[in-house]
């Protein structure tokens, strides 16, 4: 379903007088899992994280019981405990509860961030995804949300998209709010650099890394925020 923004276009001219605040942390690399996390998967994971840093990791999979996702979330759980890496569970704030998970990430359709809230408590972290919509991300905030998503900012294969936002809505969302923001969409080290100078505080990286080496990908992510911040 394509949202339309009640507040309008915003400048896309906005990026370009922007400058990021540094008082704000640095921009972090916010990992998502493929589909298949079965297999070898905890290895490939336990080797993305030792590989450089990774603030959080979000277990996205579909089309299975709750029984199932918490069996193959287990032991991707305890691996991020290890490297000090949050665990956040996609769109179940059910699921999120049963494992202990430091975070639920919600879609528009998953359940409403004050619920899942009362559910979870207070220190878990509570993610809304806000597709290319101020509005939505402002009523994810007054939700009490921890952090705000925006994307897809690229082409990207790993899910259906239909709002592509430009750089410039976070840049806007910096200069107003506090709330962190997650870039989201086809990012890779090759491409982040404009989204982190507009004001990303997580960039969201799943398909870049997983589809091939994820040790060097986490690398080459981390090199390129590096240099992305000296600009």
């Not at 996390?37 to 996205?60: C, I, N």
């Amino acid at each position: 379903m394509d949202i339309e923004d009640p507040l309008g276009p915003l400048d896309p001219g906005f990026a370009a007088a922007f400058k990021r605040d540094d008082r704000r942390p640095p921009c972090q690399l916010y990992l998502v899992s493929p589909l298949d996390v079965s297999g070898g998967f905890p290895d490939r994971l336990r080797r993305a994280l030792g590989a450089g840093p990774v603030a959080a990791f979000q277990f996205r999979v579909k089309g299975i019981d709750q029984h199932a996702a918490a069996k193959l979330a287990e032991p991707l759980r305890e691996i991020c405990a290890e490297h000090d890496v949050a665990f956040i569970v996609n769109d179940s704030a059910s699921l999120a509860k049963r494992l202990g998970a430091d975070g639920v990430h919600l879609g528009q359709d998953d359940d409403d961030p004050r619920d899942a809230r009362a559910l979870l408590g207070p220190d878990v972290q509570i993610g809304v995804t806000c597709h290319d919509s101020r509005h939505l991300a402002m009523e994810a905030g007054e939700a009490n949300a921890d952090y705000v998503a925006f994307g897809a900012f690229y082409p990207t294969t790993t899910k259906e998209v239909k709002h592509h936002p430009e750089p410039s809505i976070l840049s806007w969302w910096s200069t107003l709010f506090e709330l962190p923001s997650v870039a989201i969409g086809g990012i890779t080290p090759a491409n982040v650099a404009p989204l982190v100078g507009a004001g990303a505080d997580f960039v969201a990286a799943s398909g870049s890394v997983w589809n091939g080496d994820e040790a060097a990908a986490v690398k080459a992510f981390e090199a390129a925020l590096a240099a992305a911040h000296r600009g």
